[in-house]
């Protein structure tokens, strides 16, 4: 049984065959049929050739990839995990990958409830987290290491620590 890097390496072999063996005719000016009467040396590289073309093929589709994540919100340390390296190699690997508009608010959101504001924040590990300004002045943020699974949970406690610290406008407090 094969395992899948044999398998991969097989279907990219035969990808490549009709390639290296149109470079090798034409390096030989030898036909399909009479190519490995050609010397060694320039099979082998006719091949190498062939490998040069797919190597860019795969660089740009590679590029499009990451500049399709990007343009839907995927950060350069996201692309970077996903391809093995840190987030300033996927920066210089996919300059344009993402874009600055979208590298400043992705994995923020802004709430206002009651007179105040608080920002949700993504984590680099997924989770969200919060920190506001109520109406009364009074400011918030979420305790380092504490980390809430969804935005929607980082947003329901941060419109409570809102809530709790918005003006009393009651005619209660007028009266006061």
Same mark, same amino acid.
């Given at each position: +049984? ?19 063996? /149109?470079? #090798? ?9 009479? +190519? &490995?009467?050609?010397?060694?040396? @320039? ?9 040069? =073309? +797919? ?12 500049? *399709?994540? !990007?343009?839907? !919100? /995927?950060?350069?340390?996201? *692309? ?19 874009? #600055? ?8 959101? $802004? ?15 997924? !989770? &969200?987290? &919060?920190?506001? =300004? ?7 943020? =979420? $305790? @380092?290491? $504490?980390?809430? %699974? $969804?935005?929607?949970? %980082? ?16 005619? @209660?407090?007028?009266? #006061?």
């Amino acid at each position: +049984m094969r395992s899948p890097q044999d398998e991969l390496s097989k279907a990219l072999y035969d990808a490549l065959h009709p390639l290296a063996s /149109a470079i #090798r005719s034409r390096r030989s000016g030898l036909s399909a049929d009479r +190519m &490995w009467e050609a010397d060694p040396v @320039e099979v082998t590289l006719s091949v190498l050739a062939a490998w040069k =073309v +797919m190597d860019a093929e795969v660089k740009r589709l590679t590029a499009h990839a990451a500049a *399709t994540a !990007g343009s839907y !919100g /995927a950060s350069y340390e996201q *692309t970077g995990a996903v391809w093995g390296i840190t987030r300033q190699g996927a920066r210089k690997k996919w300059p344009d990958a993402v874009s #600055r508009t979208a590298r400043a608010t992705a994995g923020r959101r $802004t709430l206002a409830l009651f007179g105040g504001t608080a920002e949700l924040l993504q984590a680099p590990s997924g !989770g &969200w987290g &919060w920190r506001g =300004v109520g109406a009364d002045g009074a400011s918030a943020a =979420v $305790t @380092e290491g $504490t980390c809430y %699974a $969804t935005a929607e949970e %980082a947003a329901a406690h941060a419109g409570a620590f809102l809530d709790e610290n918005a003006l009393d406008c009651s005619p @209660e407090a007028r009266t #006061r």
